[in-house]
């Protein structure tokens, strides 16, 4: 008993002495002098980071407010490139590298990752991201065939986590005004809206085999992921997995046609929905809403405005635009306003700071998973019809084609297994 009175006393005295004493907390931790409250920042994590995804996550490093913790890639040069690029910025060595991305999935103190992945792994990085409590912004093409694109959009919105599709033009000044100018109707009646693609192909032929590297080097069986075996060669692995139809969407459409015909469905508000015809003629793929709008997919005839041109034609007036930032319009006294659409270009960080600033509010991204899911899919019948040489109808509401089994089993692929959600 006497033990424990002394024991009392004692843990009174020094109770009272540590709130007699000043309490010393650092501005950073409460936010002051510009600094954001640890609570308030957001980690975030990476998954298969190359070059492309060098440059959106360059972005993402410069938000006060978000902290960069991990990276993940089957590739061990990749890995220690993010981390050096992440440690440099914060200045310690903080950043953890992973060749599993499952142990970064696993942490519970990510909230957020980037996919930067090649195009065949983006569907299914993002679900299982998803199912493990993670927000989400993903390159384009967010999944190669329609499933992925459905699968995708489902599991986002059943486990109520923020999306962003990686179509940053969406969040650039002057895409946004021309897309502003066929809304305003200024240009009258929209009949027709323009979407650049690239000359469409499909390879399926495999590379000359090479010597598998170690896994700690590059794993060879997880970089493959969904994707058919077939036997390694450097080339893939170094970006050049571009065409191949394993790797591939859409016969190469939506290299640009994610981001051209997204603004297209933008501009004629029809996130949602999609084209119900599509048929192709040589190279260019002409599609018609249900309310006549014709969308013209097309390589070539642009005006010279950059790369990703679009156009809208009303029948009062058009403009153009590309990734130059300059805008052509007929009459030419439409463009007057632009000077407050200060943003061109092809720059995506107000796209990630679109990202961050919903990861916190819970509202939906500039390219939430419907509206990605809608102009993704309208993209992959666009795709069909030309690899099929023939018209396609589509069903928006079910998202099937209209008496075309064959069209219909296309707009899946088997993934190897182990390798799906």
């Known amino acids: 008993m006497l033990k424990r009175r002394i024991a009392r006393r004692g843990f009174l005295k020094t109770s009272a002495a540590a709130l007699a004493a000043p309490t010393i907390i650092p501005g950073s931790v409460l936010g002051k002098n510009g600094a954001v409250a640890p609570s308030e920042k957001i980690t975030l994590g990476a998954i298969g980071i190359g070059p492309r995804g060098r440059y959106v996550l ?6 006060p407010d978000v902290q960069f913790v991990a990276i993940a890639d089957v590739q061990k040069s990749r890995r220690e490139y993010v981390k050096a690029m992440a440690d440099k910025k914060y200045g310690n060595s903080d950043c953890v590298m992973y060749r599993d991305m499952f142990e970064l999935l696993d942490r519970k103190d990510i909230d957020a990752v980037l996919v930067a992945t090649g195009d065949h792994w983006h569907a299914l990085a993002s679900i299982l991201a998803a199912k493990a409590g993670k927000d989400v912004y993903s390159e384009k093409p967010c999944g190669i065939t329609i499933g992925d694109c459905q699968e995708l959009s489902d599991t986002i919105n059943r486990c109520g986590r923020i999306f962003q599709a990686g179509t940053q033009r969406r969040s650039i000044g002057n895409f946004q005004f021309a897309a502003h100018l066929a809304q305003s109707g200024k240009l009258g009646k929209i009949h027709t809206v323009h979407a650049s693609i690239y000359r469409l192909r499909v390879d399926y032929s495999w590379l000359p085999e090479e010597p598998e590297p170690d896994k700690e080097i590059c794993d060879w069986d997880r970089w493959l992921g969904p994707a058919p075996w077939r036997p390694y060669n450097s080339r893939y692995v170094q970006g050049r997995w571009r065409g191949f139809f394993d790797f591939d969407s859409g016969a190469t459409l939506l290299d640009w046609g994610a981001h051209t015909v997204d603004l297209c469905q933008m501009a004629l508000g029809t996130d949602g929905t999609t084209p119900v015809t599509y048929e192709a003629d040589g190279g ?16 070539g005839g642009w005006v010279g405005l950059g ?115």
């Open 58 to 63: 360059g972005c993402m490093l410069n938000e």
């Open 284 to 299: 260019t793929v002409y599609a018609h809403y249900e309310n006549g709008v014709k969308l013209v997919m097309r390589p």
């Open 307 to 421: 790369t990703c041109p679009v156009r809208y034609e009303g029948d009062e007036g058009w403009v153009e635009t590309g990734d130059s930032g300059r805008i052509e319009a007929h009459p030419k006294s439409l463009i007057s306003e632009l000077n407050r659409y200060t943003v061109r270009g092809t720059h995506p960080a107000g796209h990630t700071r679109n990202f961050f600033d919903c990861v916190k509010s819970r509202a939906p991204t500039a390219c939430n998973p419907d509206s990605m899911r809608s102009s993704h899919i309208a993209c992959h019948a666009a795709a069909l019809s030309w690899q099929l040489g023939r018209k396609l109808t589509f069903n928006p509401a079910k998202e099937t084609f209209v008496g075309d089994d064959e069209a219909n089993r296309m707009r899946t692929r088997a993934k190897r297994a182990p390798w799906h959600a």
